[in-house]
């Protein structure tokens, strides 16, 4: 019998109620872009951000606290927010000691949903800060559950690319009876690390959508690993840097 | 601009209500073992298959029918039913002529859920009929929805690796712009063809599960193609044998 946790992926925020999540640190993963802006902006020094699921109540919030008003809805700058989901937008100069209320497309939603799911601890993953959530995961020796944010449900490649990624580097302390979690690490695997060339080579939804935004930029920093290594963790409504 | 039809993938029945199936050719994926049970007692001869939801149904209908009960609960024969969700149980000596009442995990749940959303046309795909399968999919030039049966709304790999190989041989023919399609794909070409091999070697779930079972025979049979080139269609709330 193995003594090992557990590590399931939840490929789309319409599986996560199939897994029990109250032992569990759920990795909340939207590579494109919010888990990746929510790294880069700690990493620069925002103070905290407030997860929200609308945006009446991301302006609502904002005004209340005199914070940073952002998000998108299908990729663009949501109206009547500030400023949108790219992690070029957070630079130290801007972001440093500020909060963040954000909302995304998916990204929020699913963290709301492991919230209310009751699970155990939240942290958000990205390639951004990948070696800080891989090692946080080994140390912990919790049962894991990787929730990919996807696209409105719909399973996206890059979501998936990173829980395979995450998967690879942490797959020797965890039990993995899950096949979408085999499925992730064939995806990555397939990838050879050259994550660009192969959402842009597959054509994936999500790149089409940015590209055609003129955002290849940010896809490509969103692909680079630990250009942000913190950890983000959620505690009292707010997504903190974890003391390492 | 692209004037072939759309083909989309739901890997687990929870993600179908993503998807608008009014023009669409549903298949059914159920790999171990509903679809290709279904396959290859039509191609033995039976009259018609009725799919069921619960084991209570199979066994009214079977008795006002006078019809054959069989389904599976968790892998094994459900109690009250005949017989069980097993090709061998189904050869021409026993099945010819005959109609079969069938309740399974999965199939049947899926089967159920794509026909009250609508669905155009349902048809039935496993290993054993993928030839025939591909080959109405081409012929009739509609969108398709390749859904996959999944075990109990968790995606399997069994039936991802079945909706990539349809997609590898008709995908000239059709618009995919589907991540969980190009994940399909990318799972069924990296087994190279040895499908049993593959999930052996990945140790996938469900493989576990029948293999304890002893019923590593029948994942061998459910994994070569074209034993039962029959196209399995649903007309008037039963699974007949299409004019080929």
Chains 1, 2 share one sequence.
């Not at 609308?54 to 998108?72: F, L, N, P």
């Not at 050259?194 to 959402?199: A, D, G, K, Q, S």
Request: glycine share 6%; with cysteine; hydrophobic share 40%.
């Amino acid at each position: 019998m193995s003594t090992k946790p557990a590590l399931y992926t939840s490929l789309s925020p319409a599986l996560l109620n199939l897994y029990d999540v109250n032992t569990s640190i759920v990795v909340i993963i939207d590579v494109l872009r919010a888990t990746s802006t929510i790294a880069t902006a700690l990493h620069n020094g925002a103070k905290g951000i407030i997860p929200v699921d609308s945006v009446d109540e991301c302006i609502r919030i904002g005004k209340q606290m005199g914070a940073i008003t952002a998000g998108e809805r299908d990729g663009k700058v949501a109206e009547g927010l500030q400023y949108g989901n790219s992690p070029f937008e957070y630079p130290e100069s801007f972001i440093a000691g500020q909060t963040l209320v954000l909302t995304t497309t998916n990204g929020t939603k699913l963290l709301h949903m492991a919230l209310s799911n009751g699970a155990h601890q939240i942290i958000t993953g990205s390639f951004a800060n990948i070696d800080a959530v891989c090692e946080h995961l080994i140390a912990s020796k919790k049962p894991v559950l990787l929730g990919c944010a996807a696209w409105k449900d719909r399973i996206n490649i890059e979501d998936t690319l990173f829980a395979g990624a995450v998967i690879e580097r942490i797959k020797n302390h965890f039990d993995i009876n899950c096949d979408a979690s085999k499925m992730a690490m064939s995806i990555y695997n397939e990838s050879e690390g050259n994550l660009f060339e192969y959402i842009k080579t597959k054509n994936i939804t999500h790149y089409q959508r940015l590209a055609s935004y003129g955002l290849e930029k940010d896809i490509q920093h969103c692909l680079t690993n630990n250009t942000a290594p913190v950890l983000p963790v959620y505690e009292n409504g707010r997504l903190i840097r974890a003391k390492q």
